[in-house]
């Protein structure tokens, strides 16, 4: 890693942490959390991406299943490998009828630029608001999104929920669960 990119890695994951601890020690919000489960409907959004252009699950349906992979904050250490992780096993993902994105809590200029540095081609979806975390349960109480990882059917419903996401094989780990779900290989 470059001294720059390290640099940034790791301001980024102090200050990250630094905003989560304050959040969890001055938090008022105390509502009941969203339980989602395989076989519930997911809930639909419209995100900004990473690539500029709006992402809608409902534009998926009927179509192909989606992977939402949701990530705490762009740029820290362990966000970083995940979506590196990703984005080497491009290849292996592209075969199945899925499209897979990311999703964090940061705005859209911040991932577009982590897109960016990391070369990515798949979209990185923007939340700074929460509205789409909080719908799917993943909004800790840190104020960023736990590190889960959605498998939705090309009927709209949830087929899996990882939430014991491996961020350095996150990637092969996507592509071997798509394998075992029997989501079907594009022609």
């Not at 491009?90 to 990391?118: C, E, H, I």
């Amino acid at each position: 890693m470059r001294p720059f990119k390290l640099l940034r890695t790791v301001a980024t994951t102090v200050a990250a942490t630094a905003a989560g601890l304050f959040t969890l020690a001055t938090s008022r919000e105390k509502g009941a959390r969203v339980i989602l489960k395989p076989g519930d409907l997911a809930p639909d959004f419209e995100l900004a991406g990473s690539d500029g252009r709006l992402h809608r699950l409902s534009g998926s349906r009927g179509r192909e299943a989606v992977v939402l992979a949701w990530f705490p904050k762009a740029f820290t250490g362990g966000c970083t490998r995940e979506c590196e992780s990703l984005g080497e096993s491009g290849p292996a993902l592209r075969r199945f009828a899925a499209k897979y994105v990311g999703a964090s809590g940061d705005r859209p200029t911040t991932n577009q630029s982590f897109a960016r540095s990391l070369g990515v081609d798949y979209p990185i979806l923007s939340d700074p608001g929460g509205a789409v975390a909080r719908a799917y349960g993943v909004l800790g109480a840190s104020g960023f999104p736990e590190r889960w990882t959605f498998y939705i059917g090309a009927d709209g419903r949830i087929l899996d929920i990882d939430k014991d996401v491996r961020v350095a094989s996150h990637g092969d780990d996507v592509a071997a669960r798509l394998e075992e779900l029997k989501i079907p290989r594009r022609t």
